[in-house]
């Protein structure tokens, strides 16, 4: 596991971002952990995470001309890495899209830079790859070119149909990377080092047996 994805899940736990027991999820499933980016609420988290995103993106050689946060979780998400590409020398355009268009005032549903050039999705995560989708068309309608997406966590479970995950089939639809901070693979490998994930790990070894993604 690399150290920024080690500080990510420190976070994660620190924030009560992500939590383990039993969570029915949207998709039905029950699962023994649960993440909710929601709770990076604080300048403090935001500044933690923002590097991680940061470090990720970097290792993963991606080129790329601007961010775009969709809403509502990629527009903080987006915001934090913006912060922290500046504070590391590279001053990149940001934008969001607004769920519901302006008829007022600046009008539209695009708020902040002109999409442009190679465009990099910051989210949370990817469920059904509804937001990305919908943000790809974004994009290519203002005339910018996506480049690839940017996840917190990839949870590497299939989706309803098929053995790919909902990650894997936006990158395989789209053609695009999908770069995840960390995923299920590093959250077992921190069961072993922290005894309040150790608690939980046969459960999320049982959980990937059942409802994991092909690698």
Known sequence: MLDYQRRFLDLALARNVLRFGEFTLKSGRTSPYFFNAGLFDSGAALATLGACYADALT??????????????????????????LATRGRDVPVAFNRKEAKAHGEG???IGAKIAGRVLIVDDVITAGTAIRESLEIIRAAGGEPCGVL???DRQERGQTGSRSAAQEVAAEFALP????????EL???????????????????YRSRYGSEP
């Open 59 to 84: 290792t993963s050689g991606l080129a790329f001309d601007m961010l775009f946060g969709p809403a509502y979780k990629g527009i903080p998400l987006a915001t934090a890495l913006s912060v922290t």
């Open 108 to 110: 539209g549903s695009l």
């Open 151 to 153: 996840i917190a966590l």
């Open 178 to 185: 999908v770069i995840a901070v960390a995923g299920l693979n």
């Open 188 to 206: 077992l490998h921190l069961a072993d080092e922290r005894p309040e994930v150790a608690a939980y790990k046969d459960a999320l070894v049982a």
